[in-house]
Structure formats: structure tokens, C-alpha cells
């Protein structure tokens, strides 16, 4: 199913498709009742650019790994990566809703480029040369500096369960006030770590629904979480998630649990794509995804690692998924 196909077709099929589509937008809009007109402008922008245009539906390129973890590590799986146009290109190429990166790379692409992809400018982000069980990034771009290329929204990373978070917590406050004040929304990365997490813990179902509860109550209007597995960290909720019989067997009864904990799937919460697997792997991990009421998913790695055909046949496949559940 191609929605750009559909939203532009001629007749009555058309009239209908477009009707649903603008149906579906004021519903999610009205989620956010209260915040600027800007602000929601804004969001949808982001809900009717690209092949999803008008569902409800967002597949965001993200592309921060080469702050995060190195140009080689990011990169050289695909060469062409280290051109910061290429992530621009196969974002628009792919219909992708939006494209995510840090100052740098927006710099280098966002005058070339201007509105034909919303940009959303990473405002925090780390790096991996020094490790540390209770991270918190440093701040790397301003809200004036979205405005200034051209962005649709902020992104801001936080570390539930760092030792820092309530740096980060105070951090993202204050930026996500200055951003809506200039009619920006904010997508909130909510990635649990800290001394006191285990690594399984970090994706536990229980500490991931607990993430995007953090994120929600901290003004996102978008959030961005990682898929979460069956474990329970923990031992009170273990308690609970026992005694009420939450179901969290299968991934779409996680998905649909952490979008059930985001005031009960009144915000707009969407998956990473996170590590790199074959193209069925991830396939089927999108259409759990989809079946549990995902609302989409941010796809970096699995996409830019791919040479420009594979990676832009990839993202229309996730869309069509998201485009059809």
C-alpha cells in the first residue's frame, strides 16, 4: 500500500482517503490541547510529509551514531554514510516523516536541502570514549539553532535511572519550554541506564513503560523508546505485574502495554530500531511492533548501514507495514 499514492489520486477514493487521513491527524491533535498553535502546526507537518503522509503513522531516519559511537563503527558498513548528504538524500528518497541528527550534520545539509525533509535537531548527545554506568549527555545545539535551520522539532535524550537525571530532567524543562514558546515541539529519547539498572533491566518491560510514563510527564509530544523485552527488574513490579496479570507474553503485548502507560496511547510513542539484523529480523520485529499499536519507528543503523537501494526498499517495506496495521 503506497499512501502518497493514494492521497493523490483523483475522485471520490481520493476525497475519502484524504478525509480519513485529516480525520485521523485532528484526533491525534487534540491529544494536545493546550499547547501553542505552533506547536501543533508543527506536528502536523510531521503527520503528512513522506509515504505515511496522513495515517497517524511516523518512520523517522535518525542518523547520531557517529557522535555517539565513532565514524567506523557508523559508518564504514556503508562509506557513503561519512558524506553527511547521503542521510538527507535517503531520507527524502525513502519518504521518510522526518530526518533527526545533530548540529553538525543539519549544518552541513539543511540550506541544500531546505523543506524537503522536516528536520529534527538532536540538542544532547554522548559520546563512548569514556564509559560510564550512569551517562548524561552534554547539551550540543540550541533552540535557536533549529529555528535558524529550518526544524520541526527538538530531540533531547534522558537516562531514567542515571545518577544525572535530574540534571537531564531539569535540562529537557527548560529547553522543551523555550522550544514550545517558539512553536517547536520536542521527541524525547527515554533510554533507562545507571548503576542501579542491570543491562537486561535497560529493556525490561516494566523500566521501558516506566521510561515513556518519565518522558510523558515531562512535556513530550513525541517518545522515543526501545522495544522492551519480557523481563521484569523490578521486584515491586514484578508484584503488581503478577497480581493484575498484565499481559507481556509476545512483543505486540509489550508494545501495547508501554503505549497503554503514555496516558494511555494519548501521546504519540514510536521504537527504535536499535542494533543491526537482517532485513527479516527486523521486518518481523516492525510488524509486532505495528500489531501492539506502535504509532512508528525511528530506524537509523538498519537503514543508513544499507547501500542507498537496499536501505530505501527497507524503509518503504516498515511503512507499508505501519501503513496497512
Not at 67 to 92: K, T
Not at 175 to 194: D, F, I, K, N
Not at 250 to 264: K, P
Not at 315 to 320: H, K, T, Y
Request: proline letters at 6%.
Amino acid at each position: 500500500m503506497t499512501v502518497v499514492a493514494a492521497a493523490t489520486s483523483t475522485g471520490a477514493h481520493a476525497s475519502g482517503a484524504t478525509n480519513l487521513a485529516t480525520e485521523r491527524t485532528r484526533q491525534i491533535l487534540s491529544w494536545y490541547n493546550g499547547q501553542p498553535p505552533g506547536v501543533l502546526a508543527n506536528l502536523y507537518r510531521l503527520l503528512h510529509h513522506g509515504r505515511l503522509a496522513g495515517t497517524g503513522k511516523l518512520v523517522i531516519l535518525p542518523v547520531d551514531p557517529g557522535f555517539e559511537h565513532g565514524p567506523a563503527r557508523s559508518f564504514a558498513p556503508n562509506p557513503p554514510g561519512y558524506d553527511p548528504r547521503y542521510h538527507v538524500e535517503l531520507a527524502i528518497a525513502s519518504g521518510c516523516n522526518a530526518y533527526a541528527a545533530p548540529l553538525g550534520f543539519l549544518e552541513a545539509v539543511a540550506a541544500d536541502y531546505a523543506g524537503q525533509v522536516p528536520l529534527i535537531l538532536k540538542l544532547n548527545n554522548n559520546d563512548s570514549l569514556t564509559k560510564s554506568s550512569d551517562p548524561c549527555s552534554a547539551i550540543t545545539g540550541s533552540v535557536g539553532d533549529a529555528l535558524r535551520l529550518g526544524c520541526t522539532a527538538i530531540g533531547f535524550t534522558i537516562y531514567p535511572g542515571s545518577a544525572y537525571k535530574n540534571d537531564m530532567m531539569e535540562q529537557i524543562r527548560d529547553l522543551s519550554e523555550e522550544a514550545r514558546s517558539v512553536g517547536l515541539p520536542t521527541v524525547m529519547w527515554s533510554y533507562p541506564r545507571g548503576a542501579g539498572l542491570s543491562k537486561e533491566g535497560e529493556t525490561a518491560i516494566d523500566v521501558v513503560a516506566y521510561a515513556a510514563q518519565v518522558a510523558c510527564q515531562l512535556g513530550a509530544h513525541i517518545v522515543k523508546v526501545k522495544p522492551p523485552t519480557a523481563h521484569v527488574e523490578q521486584v515491586e513490579a514484578r508484584k503488581v505485574y503478577e497480581k493484575y496479570e498484565i499481559p507481556i507474553a509476545t512483543l505486540a503485548d509489550r508494545i501495547r502495554h508501554v503505549v497503554q502507560s503514555s496516558f494511555n496511547g494519548r501521546r504519540i510513542v514510536i521504537f527504535s530500531g536499535g542494533e543491526a539484523k537482517s532485513d527479516a529480523a527486523i521486518l518481523e520485529e516492525i510488524r509486532e511492533l505495528a500489531r501492539g499499536g506502535a504509532f512508528g519507528s525511528i530506524v537509523g543503523r538498519n537503514a543508513f548501514q544499507r547501500d542507498r537501494a537496499t536501505a530505501i526498499a527497507l524503509l518503504q517495506e516498515i511503512m507499508d507495514i505501519y501503513a496497512a496495521a
